[in-house]
């Protein structure tokens, strides 16, 4: 790939303050905290208040970035979104970020990749200030999964939690931070993972049609840890890279279970592997922001660190990124 421009200045997260708890599930499902930890790797997720929309989470992850770098975010010239859930299908939620931080002049894009969004957007966002079109990019990833999942069904109620992670990327003069790209698409496969719209069928297939996220778990798992071991190795290849020279994998957490597998068959063993989804729950394209997150305050991630990035998801569709952490530590 051309070399990169664009550097990251600066992060944040934010979660809802209400936490679903699995013994809270017990109450609501034939379920039990047990066989939730066993199956998913979960204890814990947010969720978003009843007039709390995914801009607002949004919002609130720009002013946690804006309060731990003291970032300027006015100048930013353009704003991608990715999301899943968006409050209205326009006007787009990146303008709901527009309206409630008052950017006086930016553009504004909502991307819907599900659980790859976050990595479409960063790979965007590189494109974009590389190529000298825009100097100063706000990435975001967020979601409000609770909106959309029916907890009546015990297979997916369980899963899913809510929250948000804001990236700011940047022009440098000096070599960028993004060392490789990847992306793909196996769209056969988009009834397995959907929430319907205008449409009541897919592939000839009928759809359920009630608003709520429908998902074949065991499908997605099967795709999941066939493809990710297999295109991970692609991309460090990509890179020009060995998998001892990635310091820190961050798949999309979608299911604990699920990374263990996929780290058992390669290239990057679990040990260095970054999730979220024990407290956090699945929150799509938010996930891998928050996991971000946890391994920064943890002090794990490090200032010079290569990461891997893997977003996986509805489409059926996946996004990777090699990069160089050059975000500043924090004391």
């Given at each position: 790939m051309n070399q990169s421009k664009a550097i990251i200045t600066a992060f944040g997260t934010y979660v809802p303050e209400r936490?679903?708890?699995?013994?809270?599930?017990?109450k609501m499902v034939d379920t039990s905290d047990e066989w939730i930890v066993q199956r998913t790797g979960m204890r814990e997720r947010r969720?978003?208040?009843?007039?709390?929309?995914?801009?607002?989470?949004?919002t609130k992850a720009v002013e946690d970035m804006i309060?731990?770098?003291q970032v300027n975010v006015n100048d930013v010239d353009m704003i991608l979104f990715a999301t899943s859930t968006p409050e209205?299908?326009?006007p787009s939620s990146a303008s709901r970020v527009q309206a409630n931080l008052g950017i006086p002049h930016t553009g504004v894009l909502d991307l819907n990749a599900?659980?790859?969004?976050?990595t479409y957007g960063m790979q965007m966002a590189d494109s974009l200030v590389t190529s000298g079109m825009y100097r100063k990019v706000l990435?975001?990833?967020?979601?409000?999964?609770?909106?959309?999942?029916?907890?009546?069904?015990?297979?997916?109620?369980?899963?899913?939690?809510?929250?948000?992670?804001?990236?700011?990327v940047e022009r440098s003069a000096e070599e960028g931070d993004f060392i490789a790209a990847i992306s793909g698409t196996h769209g056969e496969g988009g009834v397995h993972l959907y929430k319907s719209g205008l449409s009541s069928e897919m592939n000839g297939l009928p759809l359920k049609v009630e608003g709520s996220?429908?998902?074949?778990?065991?499908?997605i798992y099967k795709w999941a840890v066939r493809m990710i071991p297999e295109q991970l190795s692609h991309l460090i290849t990509k890179a020009e890279l060995e998998p001892e020279q990635i310091d820190w994998f961050v798949p999309h957490s979608a299911n604990m279970r699920m990374i263990e597998a996929v780290c058992e068959r390669g290239p990057i063993p679990l040990e260095r592997t970054l999730t979220s989804m024990e407290y956090r729950g699945n929150t799509s394209a938010a996930s891998i922001p928050l996991a971000l997150q946890l391994a920064v305050d943890e002090g794990k991630l490090k200032h010079g660190q290569r990461v891997a990035l893997f977003g996986f998801g509805g489409g059926l569709t996946y996004s990777g990124l090699v990069l160089k952490w050059s975000v500043p530590d924090r004391d």
């Open positions: 936490i679903l708890s699995n013994a809270d599930l017990e969720i978003a208040d009843e007039n709390q929309f995914v801009s607002d989470l949004a309060g731990r770098y209205y299908a326009f599900a659980c790859a969004g976050f990435v975001i990833g967020a979601e409000t999964l609770s909106k959309i999942t029916d907890y009546t069904d015990r297979t997916t109620c369980v899963l899913f939690g809510d929250g948000a992670g804001a990236f700011l996220l429908v998902q074949n778990g065991r499908e």
